[in-house]
């Protein structure tokens, strides 16, 4: 594993030291920075350009959502991993839907922080079992009907299911003897048929709409 620059962006001075200490221990960590607000994080980014920011926007004098994708556009190989103590499930999928990886609740703890690290920084989604649970709240449909309300085939649902998963397109594409290319091709068509615009999105229509269970998200996790 090549070492993985991270930068901490967190209003809370406890949480910053705590999260240096828990990470300065392994040696495929490096802690760039820390910002305290989204000045600072912006100017770190530019200048270091890192695999992960560590990141809580519940505190809005000095954080915001939109820093997520403020940045993504100026560093797009940066992502995002959300650590934060808020549970309202709007602002969960407006994280997802501005760029961010991985969401974990300030209540998880050090494996969890540890393995979304890895994920977020090849490109994976982490949500921990907290984060799914809340997405999954009184959003459990069955996939038949809702894949038929929208029209989508067994294929793309069984992509729709995959990338869920967290698995990429080339994974998709050997695990269903296709093309990568195919791969993109259905989930442009996808996105078109469920009128959403990104991976992350379509990860929370499969939450919302049964189409994984947490146990199932958990285990590829």
């Given amino acids: 594993m090549p070492n993985i620059k991270i930068i901490i962006a967190d209003t809370q001075y406890l949480v910053r030291i705590g999260l240096v200490n828990l990470l300065s221990a392994n040696k495929d960590f490096t802690i760039l920075s820390e910002a305290i607000n989204s000045e600072e994080l912006l100017e770190m980014v530019k200048l270091h350009k890192p695999e992960v ?73 982490f949500l921990c079992h907290k984060v799914i649970d ?43 003897f296709l093309s990568t290319h195919t791969i993109y091709t259905h989930k442009k068509n996808i996105m078109k048929k469920l009128k959403i615009n990104s991976s992350s999105e379509m990860i929370v229509y499969a939450i919302q709409n049964g189409l994984v269970t947490r146990e199932e998200m958990m285990m590829e996790n």
């Fill in 53 to 125: 920011v560590i990141f809580d926007y519940n505190n809005p004098k000095s954080f915001v959502i939109e820093d997520i994708s403020n940045i993504k556009k100026i560093s797009p190989k940066t992502n995002f991993l959300v650590i934060s103590a808020d549970d309202n499930k709007a602002n969960i999928y407006k994280v997802i839907e501005a760029g961010a990886i991985s969401f974990l609740t300030k209540e998880c703890d050090k494996e969890e922080i540890i393995g979304a690290i890895y994920a977020t920084a090849k490109n994976e989604k």
């Fill in 134 to 176: 809340i997405i999954i709240e009184k959003h459990m449909h069955t996939d038949e009907d809702n894949c038929k309300a929208f029209n989508l085939s067994l294929r793309e649902t069984e992509i729709i299911k995959l990338t869920a998963k967290g698995w990429t397109a080339k994974t998709i594409a050997g695990h269903l």
